[in-house]
């Protein structure tokens, strides 16, 4: 059964002769528990996609429903509550919080949940032990390798169990080695039940997926 649905997307920017169009109406089903790899050159539109399933960047029209939620048809605050329970988010410059430790930044995602200090701490080691770093809580990112902050990003993503992974060129500043690895933990992840959407430049990443789409003058076209 879809479980994501893409319905006639358009994302334009600007207004006017100045407008330019970066989606041009795109429509997917995306299964539950898939794994879809993004491709496409730069400036096609992948990271803009990914954008507007992901909660984070409103269409110029059309409509992306959730399960049955058409999420954009949420008030702000209902679609930001929506995001932090069904959604995760890995970026390839790891966007962790320089001044806090490894643990903290995984318990950023459970801030205003209703869980105790006790169980936040918990959640958090347990995403840790789950990406192999249960014995770096303490370091600070800076400590850390390339490859190891990423998977503490993975770590933040998944510490409150979210149904969707979106990630966006997850591997694009790390070595072989290091890709091999976070691309090989995503699988498990997908694997365990996570339905993921991944943008890379990458074919050897996309190759984890299920399903390949590319993105090319704004419009999916299936590998």
Do not use: C, W
């Amino acid at each position: 059964m879809s479980y994501i649905h893409v319905n006639n997307v358009v994302k334009e920017f600007g207004n006017g002769s100045g407008k330019v169009s970066a989606v041009s109406g795109i429509n997917l089903s995306v299964e539950q528990e898939a794994f879809i790899s993004v491709m496409g050159e730069s400036g096609a539109g992948k990271s803009t996609f990914l954008s507007m399933i992901g909660g984070l960047l409103r269409p110029t029209q059309g409509e992306i429903l959730i399960g049955d939620i058409d999420i954009y048809g949420l008030k702000r605050d209902k679609l930001a509550d929506f995001r932090r329970e069904f959604m995760g988010f890995i970026f390839q410059s790891f966007q962790l919080v320089p001044y806090l430790n490894v643990l903290e930044n995984v318990q950023l995602p459970l801030a205003v949940t209703h869980h105790s200090e006790k169980e936040k701490k918990s959640l958090a080691l347990s995403a840790l032990e789950r990406v192999n770093l249960g014995d770096k809580a303490r370091r600070l990112p800076n400590q850390l390798s390339g490859g190891e902050q990423e998977r503490v990003a993975i770590a933040r993503a998944v510490v409150n169990e979210p149904p969707i992974l979106f990630a966006d060129e997850p591997t694009g500043n790390l070595d072989s080695k290091n890709s091999d690895d976070i691309m090989n933990l995503l699988k498990a992840l997908n694997a365990e039940g996570q339905t993921i959407i991944m943008v890379t430049h990458s074919m050897a990443n996309a190759e984890f997926g299920d399903r390949i789409i590319e993105i090319r003058d704004g419009k999916v076209e299936e590998n």
